[in-house]
C-alpha cells in the first residue's frame, strides 16, 4: 500500500519552483490586463427592494401605479382598506390578478391602538374575509393606519395568522411634497433590500406616481428588481412594528 502511494507520487512530482514562479507571472499580466474591468463599479446580481403602497384601492392612485408597475415589470404589495375594497371590487381584482401581493391596511383608516383585542380580531376578520371573497388571494400581511399598534393588535393579528409588518424607508408622499422632495428623501435612505412605503390614496397621486416611475427607471439601470413582500422575506427578516407606550402617546396629544 505505502509501495504503492509512494510510486504513485514519483510519477507526479510537485511543480518545480520555476513553475510556480511562471504561474504567478501570469496571473500577475492577466491582473494588469483586466485592471479597467475590475474597477467598474458594480451592483449585486441580486439586489432588489419592496414597493409597499397604503389606503387604497383608489380609482385613479391605485390604477396609476398599477400601469406604471406593470411598465417596469415589478410587483409590489398593496396594503388595502376593507371598506374600499368593498367599493372598488374590479381594482382590487385588477391587482391580485397583475401578480401583486394584497395586505390589510385595516377595515377604515381608523387608529387601532383604541381597539379591544375582540374588537381588532372583528375588523381583521371582516376585511381578511372581504379581500378573499374578492380576489381569492391568500393575505399573509397587515399594516396597521400610521404604523401604530397596542398588543391588543398584535394578539388579534397573530390569532389570524397575519404578519405584522412596518418599512425602512418612506417616501412621505402622503405629505404632498413635490416630486424632487420624494426622490431626496428615497435617494438619502438608500433602496437596496429596503422595504419602502408609498400611498396610493393619501398626497397627490400624479407625483406619488411620477416618483414612483423615478424610482423603477433608476432602480432598473443599476439592475435591481421589485419584489413582494413574501419573496423578500425568504431573503431577509421584514421590518417589524412595535406596540406604543399608550400613555406616552395620549400625553402627547
Ligand atoms: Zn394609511
Redesign the pocket.
Known sequence: MVDDLLSRKEKHPPPAAATIAKAVKQHAEWEDEHQEERHVPRVPADGYFVLTF??GPHPLGTSLILESLERFNCKATFFFLGAEVEKYKDLCQQTAKLGHEIGI?GWM?TRVERLTTTENIRMLTRTLDTIKTVTGADVRYVRP??GRLNESFLVAAESLDLIVTGWDVSSDDWRSLSKPDIIKNLASEGVNEKVILF?DA?GDPLITTEALEWLLRSSSEFGLKGISLSECSALRTLPSLKPMDIKRWLSAM
Do not use: E, S
Request: glycine share 0%.
Open positions: 397604503d389606503d391596511h383608516h393606519p400610521y400611498h393619501a
